[in-house]
């Protein structure tokens, strides 16, 4: 079982980059890697997923090491409205099995003015 | 697009009492997965269906749960009986053909359940 391991909270300025690492030692071969953000009463919604190296969109940047047991969001440039708990999701839907889906413990972004 | 509707949206009811969890996937979508996050348990999957029958059933906490997805467009997820330990919220989410990953993973505004 890929069991993911997150900082319970960080605090960031207006402005900065921040980066969220996710440690994932036991995934899998076939395993992706997804992070989620959650507002409160809200579900999770989808930022970025990647399986190696860097991926990059237009909200933020994954960086996978070649190992892969772990993994880093980066969010460039948070504003007061990326305050959120951010999520790291290790697995595999197939129509055969959800692999395992393991939400990480998240992490509580507070950004400050 | 209306997304994933669940409902209710709050439901308080005593032990003991049945309670049933509505969900309406996005149409179109053929998976459908229920979750159940608590702040000591955080977010864990319960059950996971594909074209209406279950594939993952291995999170379902114990028999006083059952889910079912009679079709393409409705699932319920049901505790008999509910005691306090159930207390959570319950999401439910849906995916399109053909995702093998876990990003296209579309989530409901959940139902906040109190057992009181």
């Known amino acids: 079982l890929a069991k993911t391991t997150q900082p319970i909270s960080m605090d960031s300025y207006e402005g900065q980059e921040v980066n969220i690492t996710c440690s994932h030692n036991n995934i899998a071969t076939n395993d992706y890697i997804t992070w989620y953000q959650q507002f409160p009463s809200q579900g999770p919604r989808f930022i970025i997923q990647?399986?190696?190296t860097k991926v990059t969109n237009e909200v933020a940047s994954l960086f996978i090491p070649a190992d892969r047991k772990s993994s880093t969001l980066s969010l460039p440039r948070v504003s007061l409205s990326d305050t959120a708990v951010y999520y790291c999701?290790?697995?595999?839907?197939?129509?055969?099995?959800?692999?395992?889906?393991?939400f990480g413990s998240g992490t509580q972004l507070t950004v400050l003015p | 697009d209306a997304g994933v509707i669940q409902s209710p949206r709050h439901e308080v009811t005593e032990m003991g009492q049945e309670v049933t969890l509505r969900c309406k996937p996005i149409s179109g979508h053929n998976s459908l997965f229920w979750y159940r996050q608590t702040m000591m348990r955080g977010l864990e999957l319960l059950i996971y269906?594909?074209?209406?029958?279950?594939?993952?059933d291995s999170g379902m906490p114990e028999d006083r749960f059952s889910a079912k997805m009679p079709n393409a467009s409705f699932s319920t997820l049901k505790i008999q009986p509910s005691e306090p330990r159930d207390s959570a919220v319950y999401f439910c989410a849906s995916s399109p053909p053909g995702a093998r990953r876990t990003d296209t993973q579309y989530f409901g505004p959940g139902t906040r359940l109190t057992v009181l």
């Open positions: 999701l290790v697995g595999l839907i197939s129509s055969g099995s959800a692999r395992q889906l393991t």
């Open positions: 990647g399986y190696k």
């Open positions: 269906f594909n074209n209406n029958v279950p594939i993952d």
